[in-house]
């Protein structure tokens, strides 16, 4: 007898969509099929698709830490609400930040039990921690986040030969590198001139942070990786001639993974001058014709993953009475991405579901090596996401779980989006009610990653 059946719904992965059951035995997919037998509970999916859980290998939930800007509670309520049943956390805006073992061991103790969703934990490469790479690793992080581009003081700056070492370490423990990649001297000049200028534009900060500097530092990365071995992951991708270098280095035989985010695809550098601080993320938006091109590199698999970057901040971080250069750079995403991409992407341009469900979750799940999610297979882990083809949507502050629900996404309007989520087989969410948290921690044993 299997726990759950979810009949009649249209499910969809990454190699197939078709209208069949899912059978659930003990938080794992038990079977899928025009299935006979009974169950413990039985839901009728009927005119809904029926999606892995997403994965969300980028974002920042600052807890411990940060916690005025976002915080579990809020948001793993909110990637439970979007179809993410596994956030990485980034280790930034976390006090301690995660860098060494003991701030790693104080985040499972402050965490436990206040999480919707499952969550695995980046580890931080700073300008000073190379002797932490191996004990993180051992520890159970998914991959090591690095800065080569200014940060902030609580969180240095990887300089280029510290992070060659790194590679040359992690290369040996086949632990995933992550790279913000901005040229650290290039922006540091720039901005530097801006302010003693006093510009205080949204132009005089997308001047600052050009597409070369990204360029720039992308290069460098995939080059320390092809002579290291290193396998490596370059974070939110912005522009495509970024994405045709990491394409070229990857037939090289370079082990490089990437990401893109939402905001790239659909908003443009016209949004941050026409509405400001919302808007405001690093690398920064870019041109109509850019955006238009990034999606070339969705298609032919150079970006594998569709993450949020979630990275919120409270309202006054955003407020029109601070400077461009004062104003915190961040976008909040975590809850929308599936829709928004269903709608800009599926609808508008005829992205395949297929596609969709690799970019959502089973990609990232494979590249972080985060076992038993992504896919709907026997043997996974039962996390679904019911989603309706066809229910209507407007982003509002009121339809945000975010502890502060502001977001570049509002006033966004479309078609589609996630009516129930389940976390191994347990309902967490549907139509806006929330149940019990079912969240656990995701972490490498030295064998394979296992939930604690």
Not at 313 to 339: C, H, R
């Amino acid at each position: 007898m299997y726990d759950l059946i979810i009949r009649n719904g249209t499910v969809v992965t990454g190699e197939y969509t078709a209208k069949l059951d899912v059978a659930v035995k003990d938080g794992k997919i038990a079977a899928i099929g025009r299935l006979e037998g009974e169950a413990g509970e039985e839901v009728n999916a009927e005119k809904l698709l029926v999606f892995p859980g997403g994965v969300d290998c980028h974002a920042h939930l600052n807890e411990p830490g940060y916690t005025w800007r976002e915080d579990y509670e809020h948001g793993t309520k909110a990637a439970a609400a979007g179809g993410v049943t596994t956030i990485v956390d980034m280790p930034l805006q976390n006090t301690p930040s995660l860098v060494d073992t003991d701030a790693f061991d104080n985040k499972v103790r402050v965490l436990e039990g206040k999480s919707y969703v499952d969550y695995a934990f980046w580890g931080g490469l700073i300008d000073h921690n190379l002797d932490q790479i191996e004990p993180l690793a051992r520890r159970g992080v998914a991959a090591l986040k690095s800065f080569i581009s200014p940060s902030s003081p609580d969180y240095p700056s990887t300089p280029i030969p510290v992070a060659y070492e790194a590679m040359k370490k992690a290369a040996r423990l086949d632990l995933l590198l992550g790279f913000h990649c901005e040229d650290y001297a290039m922006i540091s000049y720039w901005e530097k001139q801006a302010r003693e200028a006093e510009k205080n534009s949204w132009r005089s900060y997308l001047d600052a942070r050009p597409v070369i500097a990204e360029e720039l530092a992308v290069q460098n990365i995939l080059d320390m990786a092809k002579e290291t071995g290193a396998r490596i992951h370059i974070c939110h991708v912005s522009h495509p001639s970024v994405a045709e270098r990491i394409k070229k280095a990857r037939q090289e035989g370079v082990r490089v993974t990437a990401e893109t985010c939402p905001h790239y695809l659909i908003f443009t550098e016209e949004d941050v001058e026409k509405n400001g601080g919302l808007f405001k993320c690093s690398p920064p938006l870019r041109k109509k014709e850019d955006m238009e091109k990034l999606w070339d590199y969705l298609k032919d698999g150079t970006l594998e993953s569709i993450v949020s970057d979630h990275s919120p901040a409270a309202p006054y971080e955003k407020s029109d009475n601070l400077t461009v250069w004062e104003t915190w750079g961040g976008i909040s995403g975590l809850q929308t991405g599936l829709q928004i991409m269903y709608e800009y992407g599926v609808r508008r341009r005829g992205m395949s579901l297929e596609l969709l469900a690799k970019l959502m979750g089973e990609k990232a799940a494979e590249n972080f090596q985060i076992p038993c999610k992504g896919k709907l297979e026997p043997g996974y882990d039962a996390d679904i996401v019911l989603f309706d083809p066809n229910k209507e949507w407007e982003i509002t502050p009121d339809s945000l779980y975010y502890l502060n629900p502001i977001s570049a996404f509002c006033g966004l309007k479309g078609t589609g989006m996630a009516a129930a989520t389940y976390v191994r087989g347990k309902l967490v969410y549907k139509d806006g009610v929330f149940y019990e948290k079912q969240g656990k921690l995701i972490r490498y044993d030295g064998q394979h990653r296992v939930a604690d």
